[in-house]
């Protein structure tokens, strides 16, 4: 089977080539794609991306994948809920992956779908190489990641000339999916200029404090952004001495990006441009 090596490939060569891997294989199995769906705005997500979805015969996909992106799976797709949310697993990663493998023996065409990017803290590495291990076809679909849109729909741009030449993304819940534990908020906080957490809402307290240990001002200020690039977006912005007491008095929620540095000042003048008016939003709802 041929891997695809463009992406920039029109949407009906894209079609065509999915099924024409499948018509040609001789071998018994199908592939799996890894799919990135990006943070939510389906006008975010990948014409390839899309093209998978129409022509899947399955589809596993995650808690985080929005509606109108599951509105592009075609009818005749078996459609299966793979989601993981703190506290409600509700497929054992082992279990997902046995699932795909039973799927790619059964199928052509398996796409297993991710909010925002499969391989950024989506476990993507870990569900391709056991696929890779079992001799299934496997291919990567990157997607726009939440570490970057949200803050880009909240007026944030991560880097900026006058005020961050560097980013760094980190997992904010040490545990979640085995992450190596242990990160070094030291280290982080005098590496990188801008720091991007996921999945940071419910250690808010201890990372905020590491990062004060670690050098950073007590005035550093920092946004959360809740379900970023979809009609509910919400934001809160602090300082990393107030944000946890914030937190608490409005009771903000994950799922959430973090974003911390001098860029997040930034939100006030360029989130009157926001892109998150609702329109492509409105306009992708509905496929016809
Ligand atoms: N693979 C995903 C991240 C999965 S980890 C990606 O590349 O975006 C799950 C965490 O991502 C959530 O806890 C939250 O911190 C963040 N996240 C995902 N989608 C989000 C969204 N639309 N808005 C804000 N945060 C989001």
Redesign the pocket.
């Known amino acids: 089977m041929t891997a695809y090596t463009s992406s920039n490939d029109a949407q009906s060569n894209v079609q065509n080539k999915i099924q024409g891997d499948a018509q040609v294989s001789a071998q018994p199995l199908g592939k799996v794609y890894l799919v990135g769906a990006g943070?939510?705005d389906p006008g975010l997500m990948t014409v390839k991306a899309k093209s998978l979805l129409e022509c899947a015969d399955v589809v596993v996909y995650d808690a985080?994948v929005s509606e109108p992106i599951l509105n592009w799976i075609s009818p005749q797709a078996e459609r299966i809920y793979a989601g993981k949310r703190r506290g409600r697993h509700s497929l054992s990663q082992s279990e997902i992956t046995g699932l795909l493998l039973k799927k790619a023996h059964e199928h052509a065409v398996v796409v297993r779908l991710?909010?925002?990017?499969?391989f950024?803290?989506?476990r993507g590495g870990e569900e391709m190489n056991d696929l890779l291990l079992a001799g299934v076809s496997v291919e990567v679909v990157p997607?726009i990641?939440?570490?970057i849109a949200?803050p880009a729909y909240a007026g944030i741009p991560v880097t900026h000339r006058g005020y961050s030449s560097s980013v760094i993304f980190v997992t904010g819940h040490e545990s979640a999916g085995k992450y190596r534990p242990d990160v070094n908020w030291d280290a982080i906080a005098k590496a990188s200029e801008t720091i991007v957490v996921?999945?940071?809402v419910h250690n808010l307290q201890n990372i905020t404090q590491a990062l004060i240990a670690a050098g950073l001002d007590e005035q550093t200020p920092i946004a959360l952004?809740?379900?970023?690039?979809?009609p509910e977006q919400s934001k809160l912005i602090g300082t990393l001495a107030g944000i946890v007491a914030q937190v608490e008095t409005t009771g903000f929620e994950?799922?959430?990006?973090a974003v911390i540095g001098k860029v997040v000042n930034l939100h006030s003048r360029l989130s009157s441009v926001s892109p998150i008016q609702n329109e492509h939003w409105l306009m992708t709802q509905h496929p016809s």
């Open positions: 943070p939510g985080l991710k909010g925002g990017d499969p950024v803290f989506g997607g990641t939440a570490g949200a996921y999945m940071g952004i809740r379900w970023g690039t979809r994950a799922p959430a990006i």
